[in-house]
Structure formats: C-alpha cells, structure tokens
C-alpha cells in the first residue's frame, strides 16, 4: 500500500509546477495549462484523503465535482482567449492593458 505522504509528495510537485508556469510565462495558455496543474493537484489531495477514509467516498466525490468544474472553466477560458485573439491578434496579458476601446 502506498503511504498517504507520497500522495502528498506528488501533489506538492504538481502544485509548484503549475505555480512556476502561472508566474513566469507569458502566454495565456501556458498560464491556463498552470492552472489546470494546480487543479489537478488539488484533485489528486481529495482522491488520495479519500481513499484513507474507508467509511466515505467524500473524496472522490469532490474529486468528480472539481474535475466537471474544470472542464467548464477551461472552455470558458480557451473561448475568452479565442476572441481577445481575435481583437487584439496577441495572447500575451501584459500587451493587454484595455478591455475597450
């Protein structure tokens, strides 16, 4: 059986990765892709808590829920990233100072 703690290893890796591309990259869908490594560690937490709790499946609940939310919020993201493309023909957010004209 693998110890709780490994779990927690892999998921801390998973968070600082995610962490390092939101902060230092430049393009938007990089920083969405750190995002969704951030999430996805959050996920691995619930999924690795909940198999330690033999009584509840909250874990992989919320687990499920989480992963439905991020499918929705990265749709919405590659739409508003489509179209500000399309406006502004760049998807760097610091050359992004207006949302109007």
């Given at each position: 059986?693998?110890?709780?703690?490994h779990f927690m290893l892999i998921s801390a890796a998973l968070f600082c990765?995610?962490?390092y591309a939101v902060l230092s990259k430049r393009n938007a869908i990089m920083i969405l892709i750190?995002?969704?490594?951030m999430l996805n560690a959050a996920i691995l937490n619930f999924v690795a808590f909940g198999k330690y709790d033999k009584l509840h499946m909250g874990?992989?609940?919320f687990a499920l829920f989480a992963i439905v939310l991020a499918a929705a919020?990265?749709?919405?993201s590659l739409a508003i990233?489509?179209?500000?493309?399309?406006?502004y023909k760049n998807i760097?957010?610091?050359?992004?100072?207006?949302?109007?004209?």
């Open positions: 059986m693998i110890p709780l703690a990765i995610g962490l750190g995002i969704e490594f874990g992989q609940l919020a990265v749709a919405v990233i489509l179209n500000v493309y399309t406006y760097d957010p610091t050359v992004i100072d207006q949302l109007r004209d």
